[in-house]
C-alpha cells in the first residue's frame, strides 16, 4: 500500500490518488466522490478494506482506468 495525495489529470477529469494497492488505486474525484479504479479483485478487496479502516466516511465505487 502506497498513500499518495497527488492531483493526476486523466482525460478531462481531475482525481486525488489517496492510496495504491498494486495495479488498484484508491482516488478522490474533484466532486468529492471517492473510486476504486483498476487492480483485480484481491487488490480491490485490499482497498476496500483500507477505507473501510481509514478512510470509512467514503463510499466507495468501482470503475478501471482507461
Known amino acids: 500500500m502506497t ?12 482525481v486525488q490518488v489517496v ?5 488498484a488505486r484508491v482516488v478522490r474525484l474533484r466532486g468529492g466522490r471517492t473510486e476504486i479504479r483498476g ?3 484481491l487488490e480491490q478487496a485490499e482497498a476496500r478494506e483500507w477505507a473501510s479502516m481509514f478512510c ?3 463510499l466507495l ?3 478501471r482506468w482507461r
Open 3 to 14: 498513500m499518495r495525495m497527488d492531483w493526476v489529470r486523466r482525460s478531462e477529469e481531475e
Open 19 to 23: 492510496a495504491t494497492f498494486g495495479a
Open 39 to 41: 487492480g483485480g479483485r
Open 56 to 58: 470509512h466516511e467514503a
Open 61 to 63: 465505487g468501482r470503475r
